[in-house]
């Protein structure tokens, strides 16, 4: 499962999604999020899965990717169906467990928040893998960089973020060879109750905070002994630039937004009783 975890890892390539701005990778991400939640009925996810499709297929990041990226979270959708299986009520029963209805509504809302979750980290793990660390901090500073105004730390706000992403795939790394460590010195780490496995990994969490602190501060020893000063007077070896490429990924999205809206809009007497 450690090793499944894909969150800011990037794989190099060039690609048509690889050689747009980061800017607009971090607009359409965000367009795309707001895509998701403006879904109000199963076939508007059609046009959000086939775009989304698509863009990997551009990207050239394989499939088993996509599955990566959504494994270690499939606890947390997996809960947060039964949830809404458990606790969304309404008059369409279809069977009762003590206390406990299960209806033809939670169901829906259960298989539809379950989508939402895997397409919304699908899509923004899409922009991790084909923007590089360096090319993100750029992109928020520059699209924060209006706030500058009102004396906002845009630079250092995008460059922790990026520190941030940057430091994932090594604190995953770093955890599995703890835990293949103490596996080795015989802690076991599988059996029991969820209590016996949360105590399990405490011998896990205190070296890598140990290991996270220590890295810390040699990243923070290694910036003061280049001079690094915060974002003034700074300048870019590559200055971000929006090309034809980017304007038409945005007026694809649009489209995309265009076309669940009117979904939305189309009565479907079949999926009232469920709406």
């Not at 508007?44 to 990226?69: D, E, H, N, T, W």
């Not at 293949?180 to 896990?204: T, Y």
Request: glycine share 6%; hydrophobic share 50%.
């Amino acid at each position: 499962m450690i090793r499944d975890i894909t969150i800011g890892q990037y794989f190099p390539g060039h690609s048509p999604v690889h050689r747009m701005d980061p800017r607009m990778k971090l607009i359409l991400t965000i367009f795309y999020i707001v895509v998701l939640f403006v879904v109000s009925n199963p076939f508007g996810f059609i046009p959000a899965i086939f775009f989304l499709g698509c863009s990997y297929r551009i990207a050239r990041i394989p499939v088993k990717m996509i599955v990566k990226s959504i494994k270690p979270i499939l606890p947390i959708i997996i809960f947060t169906g039964i949830l809404n299986l458990l606790f969304i009520s309404g008059e369409s029963v279809i069977f009762t467990l003590g206390p406990i209805h299960v209806s033809w509504q939670g169901v829906y809302t259960s298989v539809k928040m379950a989508l939402r979750l895997i397409l919304l980290i699908a899509g923004t793990s899409l922009m991790t893998y084909t923007t590089s660390p360096i090319a993100l901090t750029d992109a928020i500073e520059q699209l924060l960089s209006p706030l500058k105004v009102v004396h906002f730390p845009a630079h250092e706000l995008a460059m922790m973020m990026s520190i941030a992403l940057r430091f994932i795939p090594t604190l995953v790394e770093e955890t599995d060879k703890i835990m293949s460590a103490q596996k080795a010195r015989g802690a076991d780490m599988e059996s029991g109750g969820l209590i016996q496995r949360a105590k399990s990994l405490i011998p896990v969490m205190i070296p890598l905070f140990i290991s996270a602190f220590r890295r810390a501060e040699e990243l923070a020893l290694a910036m003061e002994c280049r001079c690094y000063h915060g974002g003034e007077g700074r300048t870019r070896m590559k200055q971000l630039k929006y090309t034809r490429l980017d304007f038409n990924a945005l007026a694809i999205t649009v489209v995309l937004l265009v076309i669940i809206i009117v979904l939305n809009l189309i009565p479907m007497p079949f999926l009232a009783w469920l709406i």
